[in-house]
Each structure stands twice: as C-alpha cells, then as structure tokens.
C-alpha cells in the first residue's frame, strides 16, 4: 500500500464520542481483588504498550476500572502523549480516559495507531484547559471531529502498522537480553567481598533538583526522567530563572530521588535537574564517576527496595550514604569501565535502531491520519 499520495476522497469525518465509547467505571482500590493498577507514571510517552504497572494496595481515592483491549489516555498534560492498551483486567489512574473501539466505526487494531497521530495529540493539547496541569474536559473531546478511511482500507492499515511494531519489539527484546548481559557482568565484578570498602557518604556529595516555574516551548530544557531516558522534552524554564535552579551537564551522574521508581541511576543531560531527581557529585580524586555509577547501577534493586514514605517512595539518604563501595586503583576501574563500554556500545548501536524505526513508524501514522 501506497501512503505517499493516500486518497482520502471516500473518508468520512466522526465525532471523537462515536469513533470511541468512554468508559466511566469507577472503584475502590481498597475494595478488589484486582492486582493491577495503571497510572501515569506507568506509560511511557508516544509507546501504545504498557510495560509496567503498580498495585491497588499503593493507591487511594476512586480509580477507573480497565478490561483487556481497553485503551488507556492521560487527559492531564496531554503534550506527555501517553495512550496504550490495556492487556490485564485492573484499574487505573482517574487522571486518564478509559476508551473502548466503537468497532462500526475503527479498526479496534487501527485505534492506538490513530490516538498517537500528530493530528488527534495536538487537538488533544488545543482543547486542554488550566495552567500548571492543564487538563483535558470529556466535554470537549467527545465533539471534536475527525477523518477515518474505510473500514476495510482501516484492516489493511492496521496490518502494517502493527507489522512496523512487531520490528520495534523485537529489537525491544534485543535489548533487554543486552541488559541482562550487562547486570550479570556487574554482578560477577561486584559480588566479590574480599576488597577493601568505603562508605559512599565519604566520596560523594547529594544535591537534590529545585522545583522552579515550567513552560511547555521556550528557555533550558527542565531534565525529568522522562527526558534522561528517552531524550524527549516537554518541559522548559525560562532563563531568568535559572539561578535557582540546579543545572546539569551531559553524562553527570544522576539518580532518580522520588516516584515509584526511585533509586534508578541516570545519565545527566545539559540543562535544569528536576526535583524528583538528585545529582551526585564525586569528592574523592581517588573514585571515577564511571565507575560509581556502574556499582550504583548494580545497587540499584537494593537502593529501590529500601526506599521509604507511603504515598510517594523516596530514596532513603541514610541508606544510601552508608552502601559500601570497592577500593579499587584507578586502573582497576579503567578497566572495569572499558569493558563495560563495550557492553553499552552494543545497547547503544540497538537504540538507535530503535529510535530509527520508531521514526518511521510516526512518520507512517501521520501518512495516515
């Protein structure tokens, strides 16, 4: 099938209240037996999956409840561009849409595809209303008009576009075998007792990010997890206020302070540190930073494991001053880190992979929609 010069001569336009039902289902988490919670922090932007969730028990309030093809949408901060599938019975965050295929008008396959098309996120961020965390209104959504083909052309669309994302996951399973190879080599360098240790609150220094004033478009890009990870912005500051701010470089050594992922070790970025996140700078000439984000890295698992508060979990500072670290020579740790580059080279080369089919495939859904 030809997308260059798609006729779209024979499509029609639906209200979105048509093209999808709303489903309104609320509960208790206190109260179900269900084992799955959804929320924000849950969906990665501009992925249709959902690749880790929480548990009922961690939540309160009333939650919506969610079915297996259900499709899940954050209406708060739209711009973050979060819609995936719902593979297991559970609930989720009341701060997102549940939708539901209407299957007369769309391809139930073709639907995620359509909810992450340039054309229907940047309506989704047009209609949203409030400052700091503008908010979609079911009010506005359910009446805004769009364009489908077809329901057989819908079929044959869906069919490549989820042929794109089966190439996306295997290269998805690619790299996740590459970092357990690189967890396992950390656990063979590192589990070894018999060198001398040092507690890391005598080698490096924790600064916490500040919470400043955001902007969604102009000024020093304000450095989430989100970013760190996966390089996307969608937060600024403006400059004026950068001297209350943290500012980081490329490759600082960063660690995610607060959140249901706390404790996870992060590359830095040029620009402002965010407040759920902490730098750790190096104060001992005799440590390089390489080598202690590696070993942080392996005690990843425990620093997460140990964190402490109910609502938000935060890494515990006590416990992570008192980890004791290897005293190795510098060239010991030289040698540790080359070898670990290579490792990260390979993880690295499947990224850009990655993010060069994942290009592709947006540039698809927008041929399209």
Same mark, same amino acid.
């Given at each position: 099938m030809k997308l260059n010069n798609l006729d779209k001569t024979n499509w029609e336009s639906f209200p979105f209240e048509k093209i999808a039902k709303r489903i309104s289902e609320t509960i208790d988490p206190n109260k179900t037996d269900l084992e799955v919670y959804i929320g924000l922090e849950h969906l990665d932007p501009n992925d249709i999956h959902i690749r880790r969730h929480?548990?009922?028990?961690?939540?309160?309030g009333g939650k919506l409840k969610c079915y297996p093809g259900d499709l899940i949408f954050g209406k708060r901060r739209a711009y973050q561009r979060k819609a995936a599938i719902v593979t297991q019975e559970g609930?989720?965050?009341?701060?997102a849409f549940v939708f539901r295929a209407n299957e007369d008008i769309i391809d139930s396959r073709l639907f995620p595809f359509f909810m992450h098309s340039d054309q229907f996120m940047h309506r989704m961020v047009d209609i949203s209303v409030g400052g700091l965390s503008p908010t979609i209104n079911w009010a506005d959504l359910k009446h805004q008009e769009f364009l489908l083909p077809p329901k057989e052309q819908q079929a044959e669309l869906a069919d490549l576009l989820w042929a794109m994302n089966e190439v996306i996951e295997k290269d998805l399973e690619v790299l996740e075998n590459l970092r357990k190879n690189h967890l396992s080599f950390q656990k063979f360098l590192f589990k070894d007792h018999s060198f001398e240790t040092i507690q890391l609150k005598r080698i490096i220094k924790i600064t916490k990010g500040k919470n400043p004033?955001?902007?969604?478009?102009?000024?020093?890009?304000?450095?989430?997890a989100e970013y760190l990870r996966i390089g996307q912005a969608s937060q600024y500051i403006n400059d004026v206020n950068l001297s209350k701010c943290i500012l980081i470089e490329d490759e600082d050594l960063i660690i995610l302070w607060d959140g249901s992922n706390a404790g996870e070790i992060l590359k830095g970025k040029k620009g402002?540190?965010?407040?759920? *996140?902490?730098?750790?700078?190096?104060? /001992? /000439?005799?440590?390089?930073?390489?080598?202690?984000?590696?070993?942080?890295?392996?005690?990843?698992?425990?620093?997460?494991?140990?964190?402490?508060?109910?609502?938000?979990?935060?890494? /515990?500072?006590? *416990?992570?001053?008192?980890?004791r670290i290897p005293i190795l020579s510098i060239g010991k740790q030289k040698a540790i880190i080359n070898d670990f580059k290579k490792i990260e080279a390979s993880i690295e080369l499947i990224k850009s992979k990655l993010h060069s089919s994942k290009a592709l495939q947006k540039s698809l859904i927008n041929q399209i929609f």
């Amino acid at each position: 099938m030809k997308l260059n010069n798609l006729d779209k001569t024979n499509w029609e336009s639906f209200p979105f209240e048509k093209i999808a039902k709303r489903i309104s289902e609320t509960i208790d988490p206190n109260k179900t037996d269900l084992e799955v919670y959804i929320g924000l922090e849950h969906l990665d932007p501009n992925d249709i999956h959902i690749r880790r969730h929480g548990s009922p028990s961690d939540v309160k309030g009333g939650k919506l409840k969610c079915y297996p093809g259900d499709l899940i949408f954050g209406k708060r901060r739209a711009y973050q561009r979060k819609a995936a599938i719902v593979t297991q019975e559970g609930i989720c965050s009341a701060h997102a849409f549940v939708f539901r295929a209407n299957e007369d008008i769309i391809d139930s396959r073709l639907f995620p595809f359509f909810m992450h098309s340039d054309q229907f996120m940047h309506r989704m961020v047009d209609i949203s209303v409030g400052g700091l965390s503008p908010t979609i209104n079911w009010a506005d959504l359910k009446h805004q008009e769009f364009l489908l083909p077809p329901k057989e052309q819908q079929a044959e669309l869906a069919d490549l576009l989820w042929a794109m994302n089966e190439v996306i996951e295997k290269d998805l399973e690619v790299l996740e075998n590459l970092r357990k190879n690189h967890l396992s080599f950390q656990k063979f360098l590192f589990k070894d007792h018999s060198f001398e240790t040092i507690q890391l609150k005598r080698i490096i220094k924790i600064t916490k990010g500040k919470n400043p004033i955001l902007n969604e478009s102009t000024g020093t890009v304000y450095c989430t997890a989100e970013y760190l990870r996966i390089g996307q912005a969608s937060q600024y500051i403006n400059d004026v206020n950068l001297s209350k701010c943290i500012l980081i470089e490329d490759e600082d050594l960063i660690i995610l302070w607060d959140g249901s992922n706390a404790g996870e070790i992060l590359k830095g970025k040029k620009g402002v540190l965010a407040s759920t *996140m902490c730098k750790i700078s190096i104060l /001992d /000439d005799n440590f390089l930073k390489d080598y202690i984000a590696q070993f942080l890295d392996f005690k990843s698992f425990d620093i997460r494991r140990a964190t402490v508060g109910s609502a938000i979990p935060h890494v /515990d500072p006590g *416990m992570i001053e008192n980890i004791r670290i290897p005293i190795l020579s510098i060239g010991k740790q030289k040698a540790i880190i080359n070898d670990f580059k290579k490792i990260e080279a390979s993880i690295e080369l499947i990224k850009s992979k990655l993010h060069s089919s994942k290009a592709l495939q947006k540039s698809l859904i927008n041929q399209i929609f």
